[in-house]
């Protein structure tokens, strides 16, 4: 158990009458890449947000980094957790950098360091800072934009990053090579836990070392990509499955 | 015509700057008190529905009350002069004030809010970079109104005896001199566009910068 | 209150009778030519907007002021009080109107376009119709703020409920100044009302069609 870095214990969760998750449980392990895929209203969205407390859980116990969410500091906790949500992420006010050095500002980084770590930042997510460090967010384009969101969640060099749909926003094309550098960025950095929120499948698949599929705030299927393709674990991973398969057979027709 | 006005100001600049003072000092006090009273009851109405709703239906109904007899509703209690004009004026420009101050904290994305939080700020430190600045230029433009009602509103405070730059028109009315009016009237407009324009453009620099 | 009512109603209905037509005169005139704007420049945006704003200007100056201003060229009477309620009530009609028409999805104006309507055509047929909302909505706003401030019309001899007030100011007697703020209150939600009932009737009407 010591490698578990979150860990969700019989976990309830409604808002109102609706019932959003009902009895959840899995654990993550230090330095995996999890997809969650999920239809809307999933609970998929929920289950992130109660990683870094956004939303708190009716009932069960939650733990990241051993810690009971229940009494620990909340603030404290969420400046070593990045997230990355799906749009207007960043601050419409501020510069790419301060967008950039605000949880550093939090932890009163001296400045030389927060320069620093802002232009490592953004040559890791491939935009030149020399260019784009003093432009304003609607400069941007969309896919610019969710680099810099990775970017400023990496800031702090957190052992956890929590990714909400980043990429539904963007077209096709953005999408795939935002995909593929996040795929190439987990790669570089080994022990960092990505939890990576998605509704497409075939993003989840290309970027989990494991897929966790939600339906009515139950987990499906907890598996490998591949374990999920060849033994789909019920009637809706199934389903899901049955739509690749069905964008491959029209690709072959055409063809 | 001219000639007169230009005879009015050689005879009695004195004149005209006292009740330029009067009315530039009635508009000061008035609209550092409404701020002070507003801007905390706008971000109290924000956090609660029950409040806003009685904030918006309350500027409403303002709207349709005549400022005239909101002005001179107090005299036979209080009496004539600088107090009432300034309780007034205080009424009216609360309205506009608080209305901008909730909407402006309201429109910010509740998903900008949780970034904030994630990325680890404390509510103070959510509300000082991340609300203040989003909501600035709706409160500035509540400020803008409020200023324009309070200003048009003292040129009324002259009928209660609280001076300023409407007594010129008012008593040219009444002696049917027409420089008066002409002075009076001419000076109450341009400041008006002075202040409208003056705050658009603070507007659109602050837009700029956020 | 009651006393008060007993020995002046009939010079209090008149005074109300007075303060309508001012208002409603003035909302009338707003609106034709509110319309006869957007129509002519409709397609032509930096015109809207500059007349937007050279009416936004003019909404800025305090009515007190603008009746004052107008005093020498146009008299003490009612004349002078309606073009200035009219100059108010356009800037707020103009406004809502111009939003209401930009609100109106594109596609239905392209859709008029194919189907073979001239511009004309289009903005009688297609664009009227549906940013009618918005101009009911204008017209209400515009109702009540001209009915606040057609009180102010009585410094010019205008008459009105502001007559009332003024009564109450000189006398030091605060029954007439509620007497005329209650009034004044009662006709423009009384008219409120009515433009809300018109604009009821003209979307049920459009729902049959």
Request: hydrophobic residues 50%.
């Amino acid at each position: 158990m010591v490698n578990d870095i979150i860990c969700f214990e019989h976990v309830t969760k409604s808002f109102g009458k609706r019932t959003i998750l009902q009895d959840l449980n899995f654990s993550v392990k230090q330095g995996e890449f999890i997809t969650v895929l999920g239809t809307s209203g999933s609970g998929k969205t929920t289950t992130l947000k109660m990683i870094n407390g956004l939303e708190t859980a009716d009932g069960g116990r939650i733990s990241v980094e051993g810690n009971n969410l229940a009494n620990c500091d909340l603030v404290k906790l969420r400046r070593h957790i990045g997230y990355v949500i799906q749009s207007i992420g960043l601050f419409p006010h501020m510069t790419i950098a301060q967008n950039i050095s605000v949880t550093p500002k939090l932890l009163k980084w001296d400045q030389k360091r927060i320069d620093q770590t802002v232009n490592e930042l953004l040559t890791e997510v491939g935009l030149d800072p020399a260019v784009y460090r003093e432009q304003m967010p609607n400069q941007l384009s969309g896919g610019q934009q969710q680099r810099v969101g990775v970017a400023r969640a990496l800031a702090t060099n957190p052992p956890i990053l929590l990714l909400d749909e980043p990429f539904s926003a963007l077209d096709a094309i953005t999408r795939q090579s935002l995909q593929k550098d996040i795929k190439a960025l987990h790669e570089k950095m080994p022990d960092k836990t990505f939890f990576f929120v998605t509704h497409d499948i075939n993003e989840a698949l290309y970027l989990g070392d494991r897929v966790m599929v939600v339906n009515h705030g139950q987990i499906e299927q907890f598996a490998s990509p591949k374990q999920v393709v060849d033994h789909p674990a019920s009637e809706f991973v199934s389903q899901l499955l049955a739509t690749v398969r069905q964008n491959r057979a029209l690709w072959e027709d055409l063809k | 015509m001219l000639e007169q006005i230009i005879k009015y100001f050689e005879n009695s600049a004195g004149e005209y700057c006292l009740y330029l003072g009067q009315h530039l000092e009635l508009c000061f006090i008035s609209l550092t008190a409404a701020i002070l009273i507003g801007l905390p009851l706008g971000y109290l109405g924000s956090k609660n529905a029950y409040l806003a709703k009685i904030c918006q239906t309350f500027s409403q109904l303002l709207r349709i009350v005549p400022s005239l007899a909101v002005i001179f509703i107090l005299i036979p209690i209080i009496g004539t002069g600088m107090l009432p004009a300034i309780l007034a004026l205080v009424f009216l420009g609360l309205a506009p004030i608080v209305t901008n101050t909730i909407v402006g904290i309201n429109e910010i994305p509740n998903s900008i809010k949780e970034v904030g939080l994630s990325l680890g700020m404390n509510e103070w430190q959510l509300f000082k970079q991340v609300i203040v600045p989003l909501a600035l230029p709706y409160w500035l433009n509540g400020v803008k109104l409020a200023l324009i009602e309070i200003f048009a509103s003292a040129t009324l405070a002259a009928y209660i005896g609280a001076g300023g730059l409407g007594t010129l028109i008012f008593t040219g009315l009444s002696l049917y001199r027409m420089d008066y009016v002409i002075v009076g009237g001419f000076s109450v407009a341009l400041i008006s566009f002075v202040i409208m324009v003056g705050f658009d453009l603070l507007i659109r620099k602050v837009k700029q910068n956020g | 209150m009651i006393a008060y009512w007993n020995s002046h109603y009939v010079q209090m209905i008149q005074l109300m009778v007075e303060h309508g037509q001012m208002v409603l005169s003035a909302l009338l005139i707003a609106l034709s030519l509110a319309i006869v704007i957007v129509f002519f420049f409709v397609q032509k945006n930096n015109w809207l907007n500059g007349l937007t704003y050279f009416f936004s200007m003019l909404y800025s100056i305090p009515s007190y002021a603008l009746f004052a201003l107008l005093m020498p060229i146009t008299g003490l009477n009612k004349t002078s009080a309606i073009i200035v309620l009219t100059i108010y009530c356009e800037y707020i009609l103009l406004r809502s109107f111009i939003t209401g028409i930009k609100n109106v999805d594109p596609q239905y104006v392209e859709a008029g376009r194919g189907l073979g309507m001239t511009s004309r055509q289009i903005f009688f047929k297609v664009q009227l119709p549906l940013a009618l909302p918005s101009l009911f909505s204008g017209m209400q706003l515009a109702l009540g703020s001209t009915m606040a401030i057609a009180t102010i019309a009585s410094t010019i001899s205008a008459g009105g409920l502001g007559d009332l007030l003024f009564a109450g100011l000189q006398t030091n007697n605060v029954i007439p100044i509620i007497w005329g703020t209650i009034l004044e209150v009662v006709l423009a939600l009384f008219w409120i009302m009515v433009l809300q009932f018109a604009k009821n009737l003209l979307e049920s009407d459009e729902v049959k069609k």
